[in-house]
């Protein structure tokens, strides 16, 4: 390359006697044809032209204009009236947001109060001007940008996007943390990705920090929604042991999983986690647990169940009534689901629809007049029965 230089050979170097002047081939967007440009007439072309925002502009974008707090600084409040006014005939976002950059010297206070506006209003354009935001020095990304950012994508299942945000973070230097790749978790579990969930979750054991509740409960939600529900409870038995307690909608995501394929046992050991962790069930979870029984066909210990919830305090809703009832009738304990209902009028807890359905369809089978469903539906609704 040194021997075939100009410096060393000048003459391979001439100007031409009109004058030199650097050609740019660009496409052109109308015709699509090669259209020559000087640089000049180029960067002419890339300057953003600021929008002259009047009566001209639609009433959605009046509406998102007028909610713009007043009390934002007068910089960002004319960013965020161009974004929502924004055309691509006027340019790109990028320039328009350099524009801004080189005019207005905004910090990252300026850059964070635009972010959080566009957000609240669910604006299309916010991620594209976060990533612009990323690259501006006077925003000053830091790895929580780039987390926040990951997990926008990952809620919107746009696994690729958030790839690229994870590898843009990384070449700027930033290393994973314990915040993002309990993100990467929970995105990959959500993208049915258990392998890479897997990986993150080892690489966050690596880091040497200790792990919370959220990072463990994180790769709970990914085993259960993988069906590996066993994988969920050993993860959670660690967590005990370090005395570190998930959530509830951990523990009732996973006693959920095991009553839906009637694993009575895992149900109940779940449910005993529970109160284990020092969390009160509610009828929704005594219900899940009820109808693990119910499904495993143990119509005693649903029973059981049952009233332990009662004992407990708590007023069965009509699913909790319905799961009883259904589990009576597998067996064709018809004289039991009376009695049973029986008991609940005394205490002054009425069925309600999904319970007087049920009844209504196994009376159908046992051949009973159709009267009896009128009735029972009148009683469902709360209809005082005719005077004899």
Same mark, same amino acid.
């Given at each position: ?11 391979? *170097? ?18 699509? !044809?090669?259209?020559?440009? &000087? ?9 953003? @032209? ?47 947001? %350099? ?8 910090? =990252? ?10 957000? @609240? ?5 916010? *991620? ?6 990323? &690259? ?7 790895? =929580? ?22 590898? +843009?973070?990384?070449? @700027?230097?930033?290393?994973? !943390? ?23 979750? #080892? ?9 919370? @509740? ?41 006693? =959920? ?27 929704? #979870?005594?219900?899940?647990?009820? $109808? ?12 059981? +169940? ?25 067996? $064709? ?35 009973? #007049? ?9 009683? %469902?609704?709360? #209809? ?5």
């Amino acid at each position: 390359m040194w021997k075939n230089s100009f410096l060393r050979n000048p003459k391979a *170097f001439r100007l031409d006697k009109s004058g030199f002047r650097p050609l740019l081939v660009v496409k052109s967007v109308n015709d699509g !044809d090669n259209v020559e440009h &000087t640089k000049e007439e180029n960067e002419e072309k890339a300057r953003f @032209r600021w929008l002259k925002i009047g009566s001209n502009i639609t009433e959605e974008q009046k509406q998102a204009i007028a909610q713009i707090p007043q009390k934002m600084e007068n910089r960002c409040r004319a960013l965020l009236k161009q974004i929502i006014c924004f055309s691509p005939e006027n340019g790109s976002i990028s320039l328009m947001l %350099a524009a801004w950059v080189k005019s207005m010297n905004p910090q =990252r206070a300026n850059w964070l109060s635009v972010l959080k506006e566009l957000e @609240r209003l669910n604006h299309p354009l916010y *991620f594209e001007v976060v990533e612009h935001a990323l &690259t501006e020095e006077s925003f000053e990304a830091n790895v =929580r940008d780039y987390t926040k950012m990951i997990h926008g994508y990952a809620k919107q299942t746009k696994l690729q996007e958030a790839e690229n945000t994870l590898l +843009a973070m990384k070449n @700027r230097g930033f290393i994973c !943390d314990q915040v993002t790749l309990t993100a990467l978790i929970h995105m990959y579990s959500k993208a049915g990705n258990l392998k890479l969930a897997e990986e993150s979750f #080892v690489e966050m054991k690596l880091l040497g920090t200790p792990l919370d @509740r959220r990072s463990y409960g994180s790769m709970v939600m990914a085993y259960i929604r993988a069906g590996m529900l066993d994988c969920g409870e050993s993860v959670l038995k660690e967590m005990e042991a370090q005395e570190i307690y998930a959530g509830r909608e951990v523990y009732k995501a996973l006693l =959920r999983a095991y009553s839906m394929i009637g694993d009575s046992r895992g149900a109940q050991r779940v449910f005993d986690a529970i109160q284990l962790a020092g969390i009160i069930p509610d009828v929704k #979870v005594c219900g899940l647990l009820i $109808n693990a029984y119910v499904m495993a066909g143990q119509t005693r210990e649903a029973v059981i +169940a049952f009233d332990n919830l009662r004992q407990a305090g708590l007023e069965p809703n009509d699913k909790c009534v319905a799961l009883v009832l259904a589990a009576y009738e597998k067996e $064709n304990k018809l004289k039991n689901a009376l009695d049973f209902l029986i008991k609940l009028e005394k205490d002054g807890i009425m069925i309600e629809k999904e319970a007087s359905e049920l009844l209504v369809k196994w009376f159908r089978k046992l051949g009973v #007049v159709e009267e009896v469903e009128i009735v029972l539906r009148d009683y %469902a609704l709360g #209809v005082p029965e005719p005077a004899l």
